[in-house]
T-cell receptor, first 114, second 114 residues
Framework: AQKVTQAQTEISVVEKEDVTLDCVYE???????LFWYKQPPSGELVFLIR??????QNEISGRYSWNFQKSTSSFNFTITASQVVDSAVYFC???????????FGAGTRLFVKA | DGGITQSPKYLFRKEGQNVTLSCEQN?????MYWYRQDPGQGLRLIYY???????QKGDIAEGYSVSREKKESFPLTVTSAQKNPTAFYLC?????????????FGDGTRLSIL
């Protein structure tokens, strides 16, 4: 069965520090999709990125970057020069071609202190 | 602005009472989902619907019911059979009929027992 593990329950950093959120997944699917979502205190989840299993290119979007490595089944998320507005819960999620549902990790709560 | 509207934001349920959570979207999305979020846990799928007049049980459907009579609307009823309904409920939608597309989320409804 597929599984998504976010081992870091909470992370606390000081503003301007870099921080990496880890995501490890388990699957036997050959075709699958990985996602990151941000949940600010307001509650709604906001989509950040989607990656399919055939595209291992790393991606950078402003201060955000993602490192996808199939060899280690990981899809890690790095925030460079963190800001207070980055404080939120971040979820990694998985969708496999054999099913109809998205599997979410337990989430990592990030605190960025001024 | 296109989006998903959930109401009410807060809801209180008495013993033996059924309550209905509203979810409306104007994104013209085919698929809609209901998730339950408990503290420290990821999102768990209650029900999903890939098309009007059709819906499927997710991982924790017991004690819940849904309907999908219109493309825009996917209400969730928490019945008296759900013995532990206190949680944060999130509605989402996505294009297409599969979950490989990013999901758009509402602001959530927080349900508590009186």
């Amino acid at each position: 069965a597929q599984k998504v593990t976010q081992a870091q329950t909470e992370i606390s950093v000081v503003e301007k520090e870099d921080v990496t959120l880890d995501c490890v997944y388990e699957t036997r699917d050959t075709t699958y999709y990985l996602f990151w979502y941000k949940q600010p205190p307001s509650g709604e989840l906001v989509f950040l990125i989607r990656r399919n299993s055939f595209d291992e290119q790393n991606e950078i979007s402003g201060r955000y970057s993602w490192n996808f490595q199939k060899s280690t089944s990981s899809f890690n998320f790095t925030i460079t020069a963190s800001q207070v507005v980055d404080s939120a819960v971040y979820f990694c999620a998985y969708y496999g071609s054999g099913g109809f549902k998205t599997i979410f990790g337990a989430g990592t709560r990030l605190f960025v202190k001024a | 602005d296109g989006g998903i509207t959930q109401s009410p934001k807060y809801l209180f349920r008495k013993e033996g009472q059924n309550v209905t959570l509203s979810c409306e979207q104007n994104l013209n999305h085919d698929a809609m989902y209901w998730y339950r979020q408990d503290p420290g846990q990821g999102l768990r799928l209650i029900y999903y619907s890939q098309i009007v007049n059709d819906f499927q049980k997710g991982d924790i459907a017991e004690g819940y019911s849904v309907s999908r009579e219109k493309k825009e609307s996917f209400p969730l009823t928490v019945t008296s059979a759900q013995k532990n309904p206190t949680a944060f409920y999130l509605c989402a939608s996505s294009t297409g009929q599969l979950s490989n597309q990013p999901q758009h989320f509402g602001d959530g409804t927080r349900l508590s027992i009186l």
